[in-house]
T-cell receptor, first 114, second 115 residues
Framework: AQSVAQPEDQVNVAEGNPLTVKCTYS??????LFWYVQYPNRGLQFLLK??????LVKGSYGFEAEFNKSQTSFHLKKPSALVSDSALYFC????????????FGSGTQLTVLP | ETGVTQSPTHLIKTRGQQVTLRCSSQ?????VSWYQQALGQGPQFIFQ???????GRGNFPPRFSGLQFPNYSSELNVNALELDDSALYLC??????????????FGEGSRLTVL
């Protein structure tokens, strides 16, 4: 079975400060990892993914994430937060091989304060 | 490029009724997945269709069923609705077919309320 934990329901950060949204995962074998963002009453938008290679992945809107195999983590980061980054963020994992389903965490509400 | 579109956007049903939700995949995408997102939770995988066949299913009962058509559009059908079926139903398309490295492109969802 595969699972994702997002330990923080809510993260608040001041505009211009760096932000981190935490994610840990559990999966058999090596994972495919994803971050998605959801704005109110909207579907999910893809931010970035880790498939293989460099542990630091860069994605849309200046976001990046670091894959840490030993800690089974895939934290989302941004050097300088914007008010417009305020949204609900989901981490997701998919096992390599024949697995089809993407397993999502419960989400972290990011609020960037002006 | 046309994105993923879903209909209807909102609907209200009563317990025991049946519902059909529709999804048009993004242009060129051959794989459609359906997810259920209950309030305050992350999306839960229902099933995936590739080339008109179901090729993956999550932990949902058989009263959740689906179809994929030759143009890759899809339907989600739920029979014998229960109160707990109230949720946002998300359709996602992708181009990875039998693979699983590609990101999903989501529609804006159909919000179902069961009374």
């Amino acid at each position: 079975a595969q699972s994702v934990a997002q330990p923080e329901d809510q993260v608040n950060v001041a505009e211009g400060n760096p932000l981190t949204v935490k994610c840990t995962y559990s999966v058999s074998g090596n994972p495919y990892l994803f971050w998605y963002v959801q704005y109110p009453n909207r579907g999910l938008q893809f931010l970035l993914k880790y498939i293989t290679g460099d542990n630091l992945v860069k994605g849309s809107y200046g976001f990046e994430a670091e894959f840490n195999k030993s800690q089974t983590s895939f934290h989302l980061k941004k050097p300088s937060a914007l008010v417009s980054d305020s949204a609900l963020y989901f981490c997701a994992v998919r096992a390599r091989g024949s697995a089809r389903q993407l397993t999502f965490g419960s989400g972290t509400q990011l609020t960037v304060l002006p | 490029e046309t994105g993923v579109t879903q209909s209807p956007t909102h609907l209200i049903k009563t317990r025991g009724q049946q519902v059909t939700l529709r999804c048009s995949s993004q242009s060129g995408h051959n794989t459609v997945s359906w997810y259920q997102q209950a309030l305050g939770q992350g999306p839960q995988f229902i099933f995936q269709y590739y080339r008109e066949e179901e090729n993956g299913r999550g932990n949902f009962p058989p009263r959740f069923s689906g179809l994929q058509f030759p143009n890759y559009s899809s339907e989600l059908n739920v029979n014998a609705l229960e109160l707990d079926d109230s949720a946002l139903y998300l359709c996602a398309s992708s181009l990875d077919g039998g693979g699983n490295t590609g990101e999903l492109f989501f529609g804006e969802g159909s919000r179902l309320t069961v009374l």
